[in-house]
């Protein structure tokens, strides 16, 4: 085949790719990290409508990426040609994007990002006529690609397997618990919450190892190392506030965690005759409130969070409790 040709047939082939991992990257990742609090399958779809309407539009784009990822490939095309790619560049991508995937579980805009050019190294194949990975020829990779793609397994199946166990729950019925949890509107009652009710059925689970949750003051010790995602902080922080007092005593409570309180004394009314009480957690300052272990966990330091707890009208019940994360 005429180098030419070779080129022009490798340029489409770029062309398909990026094409197609956009759509795939899409998709997964808003099914995946989707702060939507809907069905899965909702939050799949809804991007892929979203694409094909803007399908007109993105051509230009898709352009563009394609001329940058072509140059990159003519360019590793020639260090090869030369002897220069050594055995880290081979593995260096599909490594270094399949882990950059994980991040999209904190920050997905920078996951959907890596999950692109992940799935994007798996449609192409090969990276300048390089051989990419396959299950087939698995055994007969050198050493190193070996223990590379156990390695990616190991990491994506360790943070892929608790998400996935969660979203299962969501053919489960829900259990409130004690006190009995509520929802402020029902779409809020997804897998996650679900699997969060499952975890922390009363205020003695929230509570870290020694605490009584009959004693008020042991209210205060809630155990922040078992706090994985924002809806078992909201089911937790709804158990322990629903025994410590009104809303007067909530500000307390929040402060004793290092939260700071938004207007001190003073609550937002809703048009129904609730009143709210809100916090924060200064995440620039002091790091991710939770998770509070593991590397990749912390990785949620890019957020910072808020609290807001709605109590009853006469301010003695606490009905709902949210949290929200803003990227800083």
Same mark, same amino acid.
Request: proline residues 5%; charged residues 20%; glycine residues 8%.
């Given at each position: 085949?005429?180098?030419?040709?070779?080129?022009?047939?490798?340029?489409?082939?770029?062309?398909?790719?990026?094409?197609?991992?956009?759509?795939?990257?899409?998709?997964?990742?808003?099914?995946?990290?989707?702060?939507?609090?809907?069905?899965?399958?909702?939050? %799949?779809?809804?991007?892929?409508?979203?694409?094909?309407?803007?399908?007109?539009?993105?051509?230009?784009?898709?352009?563009?990426?394609?001329?940058?990822?072509?140059?990159?490939?003519?360019?590793?095309?020639?260090?090869? !040609?030369?002897?220069?790619?050594?055995?880290?560049?081979? *593995?260096?991508?599909?490594?270094?994007? &399949?882990?950059?995937?994980?991040?999209?579980?904190?920050?997905?805009?920078?996951?959907?990002?890596?999950?692109?050019?992940?799935?994007?190294?798996?449609?192409?194949?090969?990276? %300048?006529?390089?051989?990419?990975?396959?299950?087939? =020829?698995?055994?007969?990779? =050198?050493?190193?690609?070996?223990?590379?793609?156990?390695?990616?397994?190991?990491? #994506?199946?360790?943070?892929?397997?608790?998400?996935?166990? +969660?979203?299962?729950?969501?053919?489960?019925?829900?259990?409130?618990?004690?006190?009995?949890? &509520?929802?402020?509107?029902?779409? +809020?009652?997804?897998?996650?919450?679900?699997?969060?009710?499952?975890?922390?059925?009363?205020?003695?689970?929230?509570?870290?190892?020694?605490?009584?949750?009959?004693? !008020?003051?042991?209210? +205060?010790?809630? /155990?922040?190392?078992?706090?994985?995602?924002?809806?078992?902080?909201?089911?937790?922080?709804?158990?322990?506030?629903?025994?410590?007092?009104? *809303? /007067?005593?909530?500000?307390?409570?929040?402060?004793?965690?290092?939260? =700071?309180?938004?207007?001190?004394?003073?609550?937002?009314?809703?048009?129904?005759?609730?009143? !709210?009480?809100?916090?924060?957690?200064?995440?620039?300052?002091?790091?991710? =409130?939770?998770?509070?272990?593991?590397?990749?966990?912390? #990785?949620?330091?890019?957020?910072?969070?808020? *609290?807001?707890?709605?109590?009853?009208?006469?301010? +003695?019940?606490? #009905?709902?409790?949210? *949290?929200?994360?803003?990227?800083?």
């Amino acid at each position: 085949m005429p180098p030419e040709t070779h080129r022009i047939l490798r340029l489409f082939r770029i062309f398909g790719s990026v094409v197609a991992a956009t759509l795939i990257s899409t998709v997964v990742a808003s099914a995946l990290w989707s702060d939507l609090e809907r069905h899965i399958t909702y939050r %799949a779809a809804a991007p892929l409508f979203l694409l094909m309407f803007l399908a007109p539009f993105t051509f230009i784009a898709y352009g563009g990426l394609t001329a940058l990822l072509f140059g990159v490939d003519r360019w590793q095309a020639w260090r090869r !040609r030369r002897g220069l790619n050594s055995r880290a560049e081979n *593995i260096a991508w599909p490594v270094l994007t &399949a882990l950059g995937s994980l991040s999209g579980f904190f920050v997905p805009f920078a996951g959907v990002i890596f999950l692109f050019l992940f799935v994007y190294w798996l449609l192409t194949g090969r990276l %300048a006529g390089g051989r990419g990975w396959s299950v087939t =020829r698995f055994g007969t990779t =050198r050493w190193d690609e070996k223990l590379a793609l156990v390695v990616v397994g190991f990491l #994506l199946l360790t943070n892929a397997v608790p998400f996935i166990s +969660q979203e299962a729950m969501g053919v489960f019925p829900a259990k409130p618990g004690t006190p009995p949890y &509520a929802v402020q509107y029902d779409h +809020q009652m997804n897998a996650r919450l679900k699997a969060a009710l499952r975890r922390f059925p009363d205020p003695q689970s929230c509570l870290d190892d020694g605490a009584d949750a009959n004693i !008020r003051a042991d209210l +205060q010790r809630m /155990d922040w190392d078992l706090i994985a995602n924002k809806q078992q902080a909201e089911v937790c922080i709804f158990r322990l506030l629903s025994g410590w007092g009104d *809303i /007067d005593d909530a500000e307390s409570w929040l402060e004793a965690q290092g939260f =700071r309180v938004h207007r001190s004394g003073h609550y937002f009314e809703g048009r129904d005759g609730t009143v !709210r009480i809100d916090a924060s957690w200064p995440s620039r300052t002091l790091g991710p =409130r939770f998770p509070t272990s593991g590397f990749v966990k912390r #990785l949620s330091f890019a957020y910072s969070i808020s *609290i807001h707890a709605t109590y009853a009208p006469d301010g +003695q019940r606490v #009905l709902f409790v949210g *949290i929200g994360h803003t990227v800083v």
